[in-house]
């Protein structure tokens, strides 16, 4: 079973300014994998509204919700009353290209120690080696991964 990220009673907030948002603040999140713009992707429910593809800010002052007038319809609350927030991460899974995986599942050690790694570095050694231009380029990459991953253990 799923763990949820967050799963609690939050204060619908909104600022007395003209224009501003209805949100909701969080403690700081600070083991999310949040992308440049202090992101994170989640997924879940704000009581029995669901939500989808849907991002939070997680920030040194704590993690935020926006919450669009289209959700404070469909659940009819607004700022200064309490809902109900589980989210969880919705990150896209990593794929491994099959070329790639073919070649580590030829050397299991290799295997194990590459699946050791974070998922960003991952990340970055896929998209690195499928960014050549050329098929004897690509397959080049992937000999110096494996290389790579040889001197390491």
Known sequence: MEIPIFDDDCLLQ??????????????EMTDL???RNSTVRVRGFIDAYEL????????????????????RKAIKKEGG?????????DEPQMVIPEDFLFCLR????L??????????K?????????????????IARI?????KLETEL
């Open 111 to 120: 295997q194990t120690h590459f699946e050791k790694y974070s998922d960003s």
């Open 33 to 35: 994998p949040k992308k």
């Open 143 to 147: 000999a110096k991964t494996l290389e």
């Open 52 to 71: 989808k593809d849907f991002h939070i800010w997680a920030m040194k002052k704590g993690t935020f919700l926006a919450v669009k007038a289209e959700i």
């Open 14 to 27: 909104k600022p007395d300014v003209k224009g501003g948002w209805t949100f909701i603040s969080m403690p």
């Open 106 to 109: 030829e050397e299991p050690k």
């Open 81 to 89: 009353d309490t809902v109900k927030l589980v989210l969880y991460l």
């Open 122 to 138: 991952k990340k970055e050694i896929i998209d690195w080696i499928f960014a050549a231009k050329t098929e004897d380029e690509k």
